[in-house]
């Protein structure tokens, strides 16, 4: 007699502890996906145009110049530089409107920008899922730009769209290579990256 009652114990409570300690065992795994980075981001001076160069230490960010697309204009444009400019290294604000936009090939978001008299230059918000951006120190500033322009303006796609909002922007003053962007100033100055915008 006693002996079926120990072997009913066992017959009942021996399954229930080992799925006990197989399931502690086999703790689920997180299943958060990490972030896509992607790795076709740019090329021609990214380091200067991302603030991933050694001379981003230079720049002084609590300093914002207030400017306009007419004063940035006024720059002489420089011939083929590599490393960063002394110009380049200038926070600029500029309130002007935006009259359209575009996602482009390496991720970044270029605005165009224009004053009331019609000159034009650029903005751009590097993508803050570039492989060569993700770990900068304003990969942050570059999400939250690029948020603002989503929930504000409107998404992004690879073909242009139109806008009209007055907006001002504020980020490093830089100067690109000429090749018939939509938008560009006549001396290749834009404002790259940009930090804000509201």
Known sequence: MFSRYISRIFSCALPALIAANLSSCTTAQPTTTPPTVDTDCGVER???????????????FSKIDTSSIRAEYAWTKPTSPSARL???????????????????DDGDIHLVLQDDSGLT???????????SVIHTSHVDEYSTAVQWIKTNVGNPTTSFKDAERIVTVTGVRFF???????????????????????
């Open 46 to 60: 990214w380091a200067v145009k991302t603030l991933s160069d050694v001379d981003t230490t230079t720049i002084d």
């Open 86 to 104: 002394d110009l380049e290294k200038h926070v600029v604000s500029i309130t002007a409107h935006l009259v359209s936009y575009v996602k482009e």
């Open 121 to 131: 230059m650029i903005g751009e918000i590097p993508s803050p899922t570039c492989a």
């Open 176 to 198: 690109d290579f000429i090749h018939n962007q939509r938008g560009v100033a006549d001396n290749g100055v834009e404002i790259h990256p940009v930090l804000s915008i509201r």
